[in-house]
């Protein structure tokens, strides 16, 4: 921060609940002009949420967006991150409250990522709409270690979902648990997690279990954040939304709920719309600000 430049105004909003209990909440800088990458980890570090966003309007703004297009940056608490899904959310409601519901752009470090807000019935609701995503296969072995880390047999994993390293703006390996009591019983190795997860350039891991054709409960340790588990995981969500479509394991056409935060006392719900013919995932939720 240059030495004359005002401290910026640091909002807080929680994503993908309408309640300030719920969800994840966010830091959200709306004009981080004068910071630099030092000044955005500090701030982040200091409010101790999973994933903090700072701003820039870009001057020339994209087409057709003039005045509603940002550059984005995305700050755990110990290092920068190249796309947050829960931040972009906050970030949108939080545009939205003052420049009026509609369409944004945002620029990221992982490409550019419309994000689309509307009112209903007095709720603010962001749909974000990811870049082109990908899966990759995982080694036996980093299998083995990711396991051992979080302390779970193989025989604990779902079968019909077989573990791979999905990505939509952010690398997530993708482990499905056999039961929900298995989920729910989450106490892993921190730093032998945190070890891998650098290894192989991991953001979280996302554990999941199916409850239905369309309902999954989801889970999200991340310890190469600074943080045991992400109470509500935007990137992994559209990160799981391309992994279920590429395995066949839902429709082309799918709207799918992922209900996360809920073992850790702050309900969270995210609505992933897969589309056919369209590879990129849309991922949506509530949110409000807090206090």
Not at 55 to 81: N, Q
Request: glycine share 10%.
């Amino acid at each position: 921060m240059t030495t004359n430049a005002p401290r910026p105004e640091v909002l807080r909003y929680t994503a993908f609940s309408a309640e300030p209990e719920g969800g994840n909440p966010a830091g959200v800088v709306l004009d981080a002009t004068h910071l630099d990458a030092g000044d955005m980890l500090a701030i982040a570090a200091d409010l101790g949420y999973s994933e903090s966003a700072f701003l820039t309007a870009l001057p020339d703004g994209l087409e057709g967006h003039e005045g509603r297009a940002y550059g984005v940056r995305y700050f755990s608490p110990k290092a920068e991150v190249p796309f947050c899904g829960h931040a972009t959310v906050a970030s949108a409601i939080a545009l939205a409250e003052r420049i009026g519901p509609g369409e944004l752009v945002f620029s990221t470090q992982a490409g550019i990522v419309p994000v689309s807000v509307v009112q209903e019935r007095g709720t603010v609701r962001a749909t974000l709409t990811s870049v082109e995503p990908h899966l990759d296969r995982i080694e036996a072995a980093d299998l083995d270690e990711a396991l051992a880390a979080l302390g779970w047999p193989d025989t604990d994993l779902d079968p019909a979902f077989p573990p791979r390293i999905a990505f939509a703006g952010a690398r997530h390996l993708v482990l499905a648990a056999a039961t929900r009591a298995r989920l729910a019983d989450l106490a892993y190795d921190f730093a032998r997690l945190e070890a891998l997860m650098h290894r192989l350039d991991l953001t979280t891991v996302q554990l999941v279990w199916r409850e239905s054709a369309d309902v999954f409960h989801v889970r999200d340790p991340f310890p190469v954040g600074g943080v045991v588990e992400d109470p509500a995981t935007g990137a992994a969500a559209a990160a799981f939304g391309a992994y279920v479509r590429e395995l066949g394991l839902v429709p082309e056409d799918a709207v799918l709920t992922l209900h996360q935060g809920e073992d850790l006392g702050r309900p969270g719900e995210l609505t992933v719309t897969l589309r056919a013919g369209d590879p990129r995932v849309r991922v949506s939720g509530a949110g409000t600000r807090i206090g």
